[in-house]
DNA sequence: GTAGATTAAAAAATCGATTATTTTGTCTAA
DNA sequence: TTAGACAAAATAATCGATTTTTTAATCTAC
């Protein structure tokens, strides 16, 4: 995929991509407040990196949508509305599903195995009460699995950002035990019904499971407010 | 549309906005080889411009998939594969198609008199026997405007960014007049159908208007190859 | 000859300082 | 008071030089 967003930099990687996956962690996780402007001196503090790098990870989140960039007066972490909110929600009900019935077509068993593999560890991963960030990198890499093999590079490129978008609205507030153990049996049946290659039903489910959390996200943006 | 692309920086934009918008025309319109890793010195020279901006240009432009970015080798235009070609290809059906029906449901009286201004500077660029970017401009806008009214932000975004990759492929060659006019035909069936809020006509024109644009890039690409 | 090590040249990434622009605060005149 | 002008401070953008890493070239041992 010649096209994806730079794959996560480990300690060999460029300050720049470093400081662009922990902005976009961030920025998606809810660290700052929508609408805020990013105090570029501030930051480089904050992460421990020179302004070039900084301002190139910078460009690159604003490219990508995680923050609006101003001519000659910086960066600023993009406002939230419920019609943004809704258009994240419907977007990823056509393309998730779309994406999601194009895997089921061409996924092999190799698929197979990955999605029970990531769906394991998600459930693990809530058992042992989540520790910070491993639930959502595990429950994030169990919606990638899922749509994988789909075989459209830019699908699932758009599905990624969309994620993160809508991630925005979920992650305004703490947890919710209640909601989020009915979204957890979905997963599994998500699985089921991909290893059953029953496209129609897991789609059914997927729209589901999408507007289940699109609730979940409306609530918390207005609560927010 | 608080989270859209910077629109064209004129004069007083930012040295890093304006070699953007070059870089981006230039990319798009074929200016570079694919494969090419670019040079940034000569990059420099070329846009004449200092090597922070150029940069951070470069870093948006990687984020927005017109360049891929390597970590400690720099930046390099992708490749062209007849396999993205057709994924491209597809997702604009699927897309356009989307924001075309969404479009006809929702754009109000403004919205059909720009389409038939849009069009019609179109048809007079293209008897005006096409000075250079001038008519790829128009056709853009024209395209933009159709689908303009489908109330998606990111819907808008992610059709515009496959339409620059189309034209990657598109504008591999010089013109071809035969098929050119048979397209440009259908943009006037389209304003047609759409003034006429026929949704379901429209989209299948829509079909084949990219159907046609994608056998015309494909046979340049395979020309190019 | 050829794989592997060594060095030299080139290129990428980053830094520290400078310049340009915006924002803030203060003052003045109606 | 309050709109507008001005100056001072803060911030954004850019430059030029330095550091780091990769690439290319050369050498050596088998």
Request: glycine share 6%; hydrophobic share 40%.
């Amino acid at each position: 995929m010649s096209n994806s967003l730079p794959t996560p930099a480990g300690p060999a990687g460029t300050a720049s991509s470093r400081v662009f996956d922990h902005l976009r962690k961030d920025l998606v996780g809810g660290r700052f407040v929508a609408g805020e402007k990013l105090a570029i001196n501030a930051l480089k503090d904050r992460y421990q990196v020179g302004l070039s790098p900084l301002r190139e990870a910078l460009n690159k989140l604003a490219a990508y949508g995680l923050l609006v960039q101003e001519n000659q007066r910086g960066f600023r972490v993009p406002k939230l509305s419920r019609d943004e909110l809704d258009d994240i929600a419907q977007m990823r009900l056509e393309m998730e599903g779309m994406a999601l019935e194009r895997a089921i077509a061409k996924g092999d068993s190799l698929w197979e195995a990955d999605l029970l593999a990531a769906a394991h560890r998600l459930k693990r991963a809530d058992i042992t009460l989540d520790k910070g960030e491993e639930w959502e990198h595990l429950h994030t890499q169990f919606h990638r699995t899922l749509v994988a093999p789909c075989g459209s590079v830019w699908l699932l490129r758009f599905i990624e950002q969309l994620h993160d978008q809508f991630d925005r609205y979920r992650r305004l507030g703490p947890k919710m035990p209640t909601i989020r153990q009915e979204l957890d049996e979905q997963h599994h049946q998500l699985v089921e019904l991909a290893l059953q290659r029953d496209a129609k039903a897991a789609r059914a489910l997927m729209d589901d499971h999408i507007h289940k959390s699109y609730e979940v996200a409306l609530k918390r943006y207005q609560e927010h407010v």
